[in-house]
Nanobody, 124 residues
Framework: QVQLVESGGGLVQPGGSLRLSCAVSGSIYALNSMGWYRQVLGKQRELVAITITNGPSTHYADSVQGRFAISRDNAKNTAYLQMNSLKPEDTGVYYC?????????????????WGQGTQVTVSS
């Protein structure tokens, strides 16, 4: 059974840094993309950063461009989000997302997975 296991997050002062990790557990055929989404209470979940295997390419929300960096360790099927120069508006629950190809019913199909979410709070 495939799962995404997140770690990191916490409370940090404005201007500080945090690093989130997301590891894929379980057997997979291919890891097509990994990304991070942020959700604030009462608002929709929004994309923060994503890394796509075929390309490869990375994309960032305008609000985090130049401050956040997403990276992957393909040997460990793990993605990282390095967050620098954090601002109060970066506060929210951060969810890891992955698009994974796997065998199902005799064919390879793509499935979407979400992590459990980790709270990031930027406050003095």
């Amino acid at each position: 059974q495939v799962q995404l296991v997140e770690s990191g997050g916490g409370l940090v002062q404005p201007g500080g840094s945090l690093r989130l990790s997301c590891a894929v557990s379980g057997s997979i055929y291919a890891l097509n993309s990994m990304g991070w989404y942020r959700q604030v209470l009462g608002k929709q979940r929004e994309l923060v950063a994503i890394t796509i295997t075929n390309g490869p390419s990375t994309h960032y929300a305008d609000s985090v461009q130049g401050r956040f960096a997403i990276s992957r360790d393909n040997a460990k099927n793990t993605a990282y989000l390095q967050m620098n120069s954090l601002k109060p508006e970066d506060t929210g629950v951060y969810y890891c997302n992955a698009l994974i190809s796997n065998w199902a019913s005799g064919d390879v199909s793509e499935f979407e997975y979400w992590g459990q979410g980790t709270q990031v709070t930027v406050s003095s």
